[in-house]
């Protein structure tokens, strides 16, 4: 791994702790939470892919009790079942539910972007901006380039969340962020350079929107940036969800 992507990898790291939820699990059974968390996150695991419990605790060198508990917290919040006779895998929710996940995403942080045009101070939106106009990497189906990537997606809703200024509410939805996250990632090899370009000229738009303090623009613009999400990293067809329409323009 080049330093580069050690760099974007802390970073990424960084943002995940940021959004981490104050109810997980301690100990060495947090340290394996943790560690897969971070794992689904990135895309390592696909959807539906089984997890054996003693692979884990050889691969973790712990005993089968503490990767029970970090499995049962990830069942909790979302990134695992458990089915009896058979095991642990990683879920498969189907299109229609991975559209409407982000449907209702969007609401959310399109409230959170009226927020930050509401409330921004100082050079915080200049900020937003230079973020939201990073070039897009090249080579998306390179390690590098997506890490890349990735690292300014996160960056811009970081700052996004900066400017809203309302931090018990971004505590409230990290788990839905951190799936969002997931959920995207196994869309990640699919995701073409055009399309990458369209969700930065999106992003740019919504920088502006907030700085110009344009309250109903930016809610609206982020809303369908985030919506649209799974279309464009290809998880799901335009058709998963008639419910997109309502917000195409």
């Not at 702790?17 to 060495?28: D, I, Q, T, V, Y």
């Not at 999400?229 to 997109?244: D, F, Q, R, W």
């Given at each position: 791994?080049?330093?580069?992507?050690?760099?974007?990898?802390?970073?990424?790291s960084g943002m995940r702790?940021?959004?981490?939820?104050?109810?997980?699990?301690?100990?060495?059974a947090g340290e394996i939470a943790d560690e897969l968390e971070r794992r689904l996150m990135l895309g390592a695991y696909a959807f539906g892919e089984p997890l054996s419990i003693t692979q884990l605790a050889q691969q973790f060198d712990a005993s089968r009790q503490p990767v029970g508990v970090a499995i049962s917290h990830l069942r909790s919040i979302g990134y695992v079942d458990i089915i009896p006779q058979v095991g642990c895998r990683v879920v498969s929710p189907s299109a229609n539910e991975i559209v409407d996940f982000f449907l209702a995403m969007g609401k959310m942080e399109g409230a959170v972007a009226g927020f930050a045009a509401r409330r921004h101070q100082g050079s915080e939106a200049a900020v937003l901006s230079r973020i939201a106009s990073r070039p897009t990497p090249g080579r998306l189906d390179e390690t590098s380039g997506r890490i890349e990537y990735i690292r300014t997606v996160n960056d811009f809703h970081n700052q996004i969340w900066r400017l809203a200024r309302s931090p018990t509410l971004e505590d409230r939805v990290a788990r839905l962020r951190n799936l969002s996250i997931f959920y995207l990632w196994q869309g990640a090899p699919k995701l073409a350079p055009v399309a990458a370009r369209q969700l930065n000229r999106e992003r740019v738009e919504i920088a502006a929107a907030v700085a110009l303090r344009d309250v109903a623009a930016a809610e609206t613009l982020m809303e369908r940036h985030i919506a649209n999400?799974?279309?464009?990293?290809?998880?799901?067809?335009?058709?998963?969800?008639?419910?997109?329409?309502?917000?195409r323009q």
């Open positions: 791994m080049t330093q580069h992507e050690s760099e974007a990898l802390e970073s990424y702790e940021r959004l981490r939820p104050g109810s997980a699990p301690s100990g060495k999400k799974p279309m464009v990293n290809g998880i799901a067809s335009e058709l998963a969800s008639p419910g997109l329409s309502g917000i």
